[in-house]
């Protein structure tokens, strides 16, 4: 099987309260992430999200899931892809997408081939995938690190000092729901996302990469005034609910994908909490 998949229920922040480190894991935590070979997907029934990897060493399709009940995977969706591996493609109907390092696709509803290559397969290109429901078809569009809109937040005295990256975004690519960026934080920088918000109207996603070997980060999570903390490895993922703030800390600095959906695509529309109101 190259593909496999993993139903995430929505949770009461009111439960959450209650669940021990292991419980926590197991609701929010993405650890299957980036096998070679294989499509791993997890399907959160927040805003219907699925995040996931494809890691090709041969070229893989990608498959409609159980849980769509859908003859092939983008029917009723879009999808973003962040390669985070070597030069990959990604064939969308035929038409090939050269993605290297870092570049982001966005593949509208109604495509119905997808297959995921590597130029090399002894170094794998290593997709993380996004993907919403989508109530129409917009156009495939490629966007490198480059074309990303670039956001310079934070400073080196608050050790958050760090660019957000906006890739899948409405003043680049028009979709339904889906909004996706890479945040890079700079040499010294260990915090994301502080201040911290929430956006009810939005669920999101945070996928960890570039951590250096021995270093971890440690993802908060919960309702501002009832936080959690889950230790997050390289290329691990975290689902944070809406209800949730969603802001990490490193013993290092390093780079983190977002992604969101929701009732709306306005991506500064979030309310934020205060420093010193959080608990
Ligand atoms: O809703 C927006 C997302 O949480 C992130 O884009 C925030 C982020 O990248 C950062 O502050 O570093
Ligand atoms: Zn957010």
Same mark, same amino acid.
């Given at each position: /099987?190259?593909?496999?998949?993993?139903?995430?229920?929505?949770?009461?922040?009111?439960?959450?309260?209650?669940?021990?480190?292991?419980?926590?894991?197991?609701?929010?935590?993405?650890?299957?992430?980036?096998?070679?070979?294989?499509?791993?997907?997890?399907?959160?029934?927040?805003?219907?999200?699925?995040?996931?990897?494809?890691?090709?060493?041969?070229?893989?399709?990608?498959?409609?899931?159980?849980?769509?009940?859908?003859?092939?995977?983008?029917?009723?969706?879009? /999808?973003?892809?962040?390669?985070?591996?070597?030069?990959?493609?990604?064939? @969308?109907?035929?038409?090939?997408?050269?993605?290297? =390092?870092?570049?982001?696709?966005?593949?509208?509803?109604?495509?119905?081939?997808?297959?995921?290559?590597?130029?090399?397969?002894?170094?794998?290109?290593?997709?993380?995938? #996004?993907?919403?429901?989508?109530?129409?078809?917009?156009?495939?569009?490629?966007?490198?690190?480059?074309? +990303?809109?670039?956001?310079?937040?934070?400073?080196?005295?608050?050790?958050?000092?760090?660019?957000? #990256?906006?890739?899948?975004?409405?003043?680049?690519?028009?979709?339904?729901?889906?909004? /996706?960026? /890479?945040?890079?934080?700079?040499?010294?920088? @260990?915090? #994301?996302?502080?201040?911290? =918000?929430?956006?009810?109207?939005?669920?999101?996603?945070?996928?960890?990469?570039?951590?250096?070997?021995?270093?971890?980060?440690? =993802?908060?999570?919960?309702?501002?005034?009832?936080?959690? =903390?889950?230790?997050?490895?390289?290329?691990?993922?975290?689902?944070?609910?809406?209800?949730?703030?969603?802001?990490?800390?490193?013993?290092?600095?390093?780079?983190?994908?977002?992604?969101? +959906?929701?009732?709306?695509?306005?991506?500064?529309?979030?309310? @934020?909490?205060?420093?010193?109101?959080?608990?």
């Amino acid at each position: /099987m190259t593909t496999s998949y993993d139903t995430r229920y929505a949770s009461n922040p009111e439960a959450v309260k209650k669940y021990n480190t292991a419980e926590l894991r197991k609701e929010f935590l993405i650890d299957n992430l980036m096998e070679v070979g294989k499509i791993t997907l997890t399907y959160s029934h927040y805003d219907r999200y699925i995040a996931g990897s494809a890691v090709p060493d041969k070229p893989i399709a990608l498959e409609a899931i159980d849980p769509l009940k859908a003859t092939y995977f983008l029917e009723r969706r879009e /999808m973003g892809i962040i390669n985070v591996g070597d030069t990959g493609s990604v064939d @969308v109907d035929g038409t090939t997408y050269k993605l290297d =390092h870092k570049d982001a696709l966005y593949i509208g509803r109604g495509a119905k081939e997808v297959i995921f290559k590597s130029d090399n397969p002894q170094r794998p290109a290593k997709f993380y995938l #996004n993907s919403a429901l989508a109530h129409t078809s917009y156009p495939t569009k490629k966007v490198s690190l480059a074309e +990303a809109n670039k956001l310079e937040l934070g400073s080196l005295e608050t050790a958050n000092h760090r660019i957000v #990256n906006q890739m899948i975004i409405g003043s680049i690519v028009t979709t339904c729901q889906l909004q /996706m960026g /890479m945040t890079e934080l700079k040499k010294g920088s @260990v915090w #994301n996302t502080m201040p911290a =918000h929430v956006h009810d109207r939005r669920m999101e996603v945070y996928f960890y990469l570039d951590v250096p070997e021995g270093q971890s980060v440690c =993802h908060f999570m919960g309702q501002p005034q009832e936080t959690r =903390h889950i230790w997050m490895q390289n290329h691990q993922a975290v689902i944070s609910p809406p209800w949730s703030i969603h802001s990490g800390s490193g013993t290092s600095n390093y780079t983190f994908i977002w992604g969101m +959906a929701g009732e709306n695509l306005d991506y500064g529309d979030m309310d @934020v909490a205060n420093i010193t109101d959080l608990r």
